[in-house]
């Protein structure tokens, strides 16, 4: 049966359905106008986020990237080399010059980078050494002077190896510059362990002022060992 107060009751809910649904709508239209205020406003911001960050990027100054550091040595070298006018060859040939009748031994550059030098050793057929000095600028060697601690041994084996190098100690340096082009800073005469007589050169690379040693048999100038000292 159907009351007075059923009738009533299905008219408040009624009423109460209606209200829920417009608040529904009405958020929903609310939010729909945030989001679209909220899109322009962040797609404006990203639009002058880019540009300033276009224009800090033109006009900071470019970088170059993994550019290498010199080691301790690299950098010496790199000081220290180019102060050297007169090259090995011909500082070895004033050296030579100073004691007659002599053979190249061995050459290093040495010395301070405001008076590099180089450092000869020469020979007699008889294996007596001799120290030479020879300025790095100039080119003039010092006076010769004789080595007083080789014994009769010393000088033996000395003059034995002179005999065996049949490769001069420019051609050996030849050599290993035309494996690797650079700046020869050491030249040495020296024995191995089968008895061969072997020249040790040093050469430097300009670009990276890199050391490589080569140890070039000194009676057919073939390569036996190279080494890079990158430190």
Known sequence: MVTESNITASKRSAL????????????????????????????????????????????????????????EDQAERKVFIPKAKTDYEKALQAAVGAVPKSEPVSIKLKGRVDRP????????????????????VSGKAG?????TDQDSDDKRDLADWLKKATVT?????????????????????????????????DVVTTDDWNKTTFDIDATNRKIIREHVDRD
Not at 143 to 147: D, L, N
Not at 169 to 191: F, M, N
Request: hydrophobic share 45%.
């Open 16 to 71: 109460l359905i209606s209200r829920g649904a417009a608040l529904l709508s009405a958020a929903a239209a609310a939010g729909a106008l945030l989001t679209g205020c909220g899109t322009d406003t962040d797609g404006a911001a990203a639009k002058t986020g880019a540009a300033e960050a276009a224009r800090i990027a033109a006009a900071s100054p470019s970088r170059s990237v993994n550019v290498p550091r010199l080691s």
């Open 169 to 201: 100690a420019q051609q050996a340096a030849q050599t290993a510059t035309d494996k690797t082009k650079g700046t020869v800073t050491a030249v040495e005469l020296e024995d191995s362990d089968g008895g061969t007589p072997i020249w040790s050169v």
């Open 117 to 136: 030098r180089w450092k000869a050793e020469v020979a007699t057929a008889d294996g007596a050494a001799h120290t030479v000095r020879v300025d790095a």
């Open 143 to 147: 006076k010769a002077r004789a080595e």
